[in-house]
């Protein structure tokens, strides 16, 4: 039996799912701008465009987050969301305080510093946003009858993220020493505790939808957790290398994002072999697919890719150009997005009632947006090895070499306009779900095989 209250999760998902529409429409500003088309410059200057268009991505995949975690929770803890009211309340007051950080960008109004640019006073209003989430999902957590390590994890990745938020709000004059605590935020949300989040809802999915055992993918768990926080912690220490801090940030940065990979590739391993472990098919394959694309993809994005040029003989050189943006698009994609788009998916046919398990139209919206992702990645990868050979190795002047990697942003367009249309599918099929029910959870294991028992030991 499913829970009524899972029922909110649908609207952080739908929020999620604009939020990201719009993330892509300043994706596109930006992108016109690069190859000459910067028609909108006096209204959305490109500086604008980049913070909108990096905060919409935070904003949009703490959504997800927060949705997954109140579908999962109340399945985990055998019981209703503590304070449902709180949820909807919360949820309201995340994208008014999201809408108003939009607005500040564009009359200029924000903090200088990359990727924490929301103004001072917001950060106020986020920190009391997300206390009320954390203390719902925690009541409800505390007061279940059954506590289990895929809500433990990812209960305690939610809220870590939620106390790393802090040290960016620390006020300092050094440059250096708010590098050194800004990037508490930055490093060790994405390679940090987003990966323990990412680990349970993957965990939670692949005991849905393999039906291998529960205590064999926790254990699997386990290991993950400890290779992230062996690696993703002091590989903090890549961003340190040229900042201003000692130099044994050099050594330390530089061993541990060589192993930075190792947890992601866990995940991969973890989730192919669970897959192919499991006996028997759940009729949700395209959920299984975008759980299993996820693991593969953040691999390759956020673990190969990232180990590639945070060594520190490479980032000498790559630093701040967009070899990191290569990183940063396959990374976010792989490692994050696509397992709120696995949770979206395995979800919406149990809120709404209607089995649209593998449709053409859900296919066609992975593949697209996958490719598309892929294709993007390597045009950012072409300009940015570019630009390292004529900016740092040569001595070109930035704005002279940014005029000779220009074309390579008619490919990246191009690969952005096949994202793009994945991703339109991927909502229009979101819509074709309609509205959740009660109905439609009484009854949300009706339509499984009669072999077919959710593992739930």
Known sequence: MKYRTQKIAYWFFAS???????????????????????????????????????????V?????????????????????????????????????????????????????????EIPRPLDWLVVVNVLAFLANIGVTLWRGTRHTTTSLVLY????????????????????TVDSFYRWWVVHLWVEGVWELIMGGILAYLLIKL?????????????????LTFLSGILGTGHHYYFIGTPRYWLWIGGIFSALEPLAFLG???????????????????????????????AFVGAGFLGMAHTLPSVNRFTHGTL????????????????????????????????RLWDTPIANWAFWTSNIGMTAMTG????????????????????????KEIEMHFVGFLLAAALFTLGIAL???????????TDEALSRAEEDLPADWVPVAK
């Open 323 to 354: 070899v990191t943006a290569m990183h940063g698009h396959m990374a976010f994609w792989g490692a994050y997005a696509m397992i709120v788009l696995a949770m979206i998916a395995y979800a919406l046919p149990l809120l709404t009632g209607r």
């Open 267 to 297: 995940m991969a391993i973890f989730a192919i072999a669970m897959s192919k472990k499991g006996g028997r098919r759940h009729p949700n394959r395209i959920a299984l697919t975008w759980s299993l694309g996820c693991a593969v993809m």
């Open 210 to 226: 393999t039906g291998v055992d529960r205590e064999v993918i926790e254990k699997w768990l386990y290991i993950i957790v400890g």
């Open 60 to 116: 949009w995949l703490l959504c997800g987050f927060m949705g997954a975690a109140h579908f999962i929770i109340p399945e985990e803890a055998e019981r209703e969301l503590e304070w449902p009211w709180l949820a909807h309340a919360q949820l309201i007051s995340l994208l008014v305080v999201g809408v108003i950080a939009i607005g500040c960008y564009h009359f200029n109004i924000w903090e200088g510093r990359k990727f924490l």
């Open 16 to 58: 999620a799912l604009v939020l990201l529409s719009l993330q892509l429409v300043y994706g596109f500003i930006m992108g016109f701008a690069r190859v000459g088309y910067d028609t909108l410059h006096p209204w959305i200057p490109f500086n604008t465009a980049r913070a909108v268009h990096t905060n919409l991505l935070v």
């Open 379 to 402: 045009a950012l990868a072409v300009a940015g090895i570019t630009q390292v050979n004529l900016e740092r190795r040569i001595g070109l002047d930035f704005l002279a070499v940014q």
């Open 426 to 436: 991927y909502i229009v099929h979101f819509c074709r779900h309609g509205l959740p």
């Open 156 to 175: 305690m990745g939610l809220l870590f993220a939620a106390l790393l938020y802090l040290p960016g709000m620390l006020q300092v004059d050094n440059q």
